[in-house]
């Protein structure tokens, strides 16, 4: 069994200006997404780990290399998020996306070794998700923790899940809060 998937969304965001004041250089952030048809049965289904691991490398496959690639440079923080259509359950995206074989493929594509932040729920078509970035190699690199909002007009769907994959090639636009640990105790 794989996955049936409706359309792939790629959108890339660049910030050329934040608050007044020049990016350089610009902040851009890659989103990748996936429209598939909830491979979940309606109704209540107690395993959702074994249709998950059946899965999750060909959704990784088919997400995680094109939004490095999307990006066009060096992933620094990265994240993934699961919007799941009515008719469907959070845990239903939950189980996509909390798994090795998907965020293993993603991971590796990015050169990363931390875990893939995430977001997921339940949402009507055009509900916005916003998905949580943290640097690839080190998640307590304060620059590079921020959230990302991806909102798209007709998805997802009744039964459907929307699976995403997000990549930024830097930490936020002008950040400049002490690294961590550097408070005074």
């Given at each position: 069994?794989?996955?049936?998937?409706?359309?792939?969304?790629?959108?890339?965001?660049?910030?050329?200006?934040?608050?007044?004041?020049?990016?350089?250089?610009?902040?851009?952030?890659?989103?990748?997404?996936?429209?598939?048809?909830?491979?979940?049965?309606?109704?209540?289904?107690?395993?959702?780990?074994?249709?998950?691991?059946?899965?999750?490398?060909?959704?990784?496959?088919?997400?995680?290399?094109?939004?490095?690639?999307?990006?066009?440079?060096?992933?620094?923080?990265?994240?993934?998020?699961?919007?799941?259509?009515?008719?469907?359950?959070?845990?239903?995206?939950?189980?996509?996306?909390?798994?090795?074989?998907?965020?293993?493929?993603?991971?590796?594509?990015a050169g990363g070794?931390?875990?893939?932040?995430?977001?997921?729920?339940?949402?009507?078509?055009?509900?916005?998700?916003?998905?949580?970035?943290?640097?690839?190699?080190?998640?307590?690199?304060?620059?590079?923790?921020?959230?990302?909002?991806?909102?798209?007009?007709?998805?997802?769907?009744?039964?459907?899940?929307?699976?995403?994959?997000?990549?930024?090639?830097?930490?936020?636009?002008?950040?400049?809060?002490?690294?961590?640990?550097?408070?005074?105790?």
């Amino acid at each position: 069994m794989g996955i049936t998937v409706r359309k792939i969304i790629k959108q890339l965001d660049e910030t050329r200006r934040e608050n007044g004041r020049p990016v350089e250089p610009v902040h851009r952030v890659a989103f990748v997404a996936a429209v598939i048809e909830n491979p979940y049965p309606e109704g209540y289904v107690d395993d959702l780990v074994t249709l998950a691991d059946e899965l999750g490398e060909e959704i990784g496959e088919l997400l995680g290399p094109a939004c490095v690639e999307l990006l066009g440079g060096e992933v620094e923080a990265f994240g993934k998020a699961a919007l799941v259509g009515i008719g469907g359950e959070v845990e239903h995206g939950s189980a996509l996306i909390h798994n090795l074989r998907f965020g293993n493929v993603f991971r590796s594509a990015a050169g990363g070794t931390e875990l893939l932040p995430a977001a997921e729920k339940v949402g009507l078509p055009g509900a916005p998700i916003d998905i949580p970035l943290k640097h690839k190699t080190d998640a307590k690199t304060r620059s590079h923790h921020q959230t990302v909002t991806l909102q798209l007009a007709d998805v997802p769907r009744p039964r459907e899940i929307v699976v995403i994959c997000a990549a930024a090639d830097a930490g936020r636009p002008l950040a400049r809060l002490a690294s961590f640990g550097a408070e005074t105790k």
